[in-house]
């Protein structure tokens, strides 16, 4: 997806032509070190300008230099409200966006013939996905547009929509600075937005869809210096610039800079299997926040779309108690290496089955929200579900799953390696109101804390 937003910019000068004004809300999660879900409101799917209140836009300072062409990314002042593009007008995206909610309200897309196809419970998210990122998957672009792309170039041209000034654009256009304008999170924010929309039409999932028949999960604990307590703090560190850069010379060069991180820490799960044959489990761990801003419990179906996905992973589960142990480090929505210009250009320590589907991943360093410096409490939830069930055949058998960073990647012309959605089980409605109505034995919730130490 990234290649194609690339592609669509930078637009060059034309006429200026009106824009309206943006009402929206905001963000969540892992994102930005000191912003925690439970700081964020939530963005509705109306989120394009659909009416004249002002709602402005916080801006952004300017950063780093962009890669293309070595000024700086473009600040985004304060203020400013979405301006139609050379190539697309804001309008445009509101088509878009209207289509596609049509097309979920009513079940179905209109391919480029003009035929029906189904968003049925197994290919509607792909379907939708392919729809809004608008790949070579889609099944009507004319129609349908190109609204995530769209989306991030909009919003990085927003100081300078006609491209008169011949500016650089800011952080939005780029999939390695993005993350440092806050308005993408109230972005994305909307695009998980339209997708809830689809899955709100599927029916919630029955006990049947969350059990795994004979399998308890009795404790879940982290084991850290303190028990059930993770510290994060900032650290000083320094990136090595020759990951993305090629300065011509054999030496490293090097940035300093903090980061949010962690203590490492390990779970610790112990679970009963009680039949007497070996089982196959896919274990799935999440977080959320417990507590809003003003301290009351989140209500569930309000929480599940805070929880963040921290690890999946397979275990062979023997008759009678089981206790697995899981580091933090190998998470599998983190990613732990990435390679030099130099490893590149001399083949170190490549292997074949390394593609692009091994590199996308969060750092390890984020993988723990930042918690605050009380202690704030959150919901670890795990889940072991029947890993028989969740196998998805490959067609090729000789291709290497990359565990590093297996959550986000997926396996490279194959099906995504697990049959269940992503966010399962909490990427659907749920009507239970308590934990306990809502869990079935292969689950449990527990409480922890990450405390921030500075
Ligand atoms: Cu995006």
Redesign the pocket.
Known sequence: MWSTLRSMMPPSSERPRTAEENSSTTCTSRCVPGTTASDCPTASTAWWPSTTSKSPWKGTPPISPHVASGRHYAPRPDDLALHDLRQVDVQDMQRWTERILEAIHLGKVIDSQGNNVPLDEEHGADILGSLIESNLESKNVQFYGNL?NW??VMMAYIHDPDGRFRETPGVMTDTAT?LRDPI?YR??RF?DNVFQEYKKTLPIYSKDNLNFAGIQVTEIKVNAKIPNVIHTFFREDELELSHCLEFGSPGSVRARYHHLDHESFSYIISANNGSNEDKQGTVRLFLAPKFDELGNPIPLDEQRRLYIEMDKFHVDLRPGKNTIVRSSTDSSVTISSTYTFKELLHGEDLQDDRTEFCSCGWPQHLLVPKGNDKGMVFDLFVMISDGEKDRVPSSSSDKKLCNDALSYCGVMDEKYPDKKAMGYPFDRTIEATTAAEFLTPNMLVSNITVRFQD
Do not use: E
Request: glycine share 12%; aromatic share 24%.
């Open positions: 995530h989306g991030h993005s993408f972005f994305h695009i």
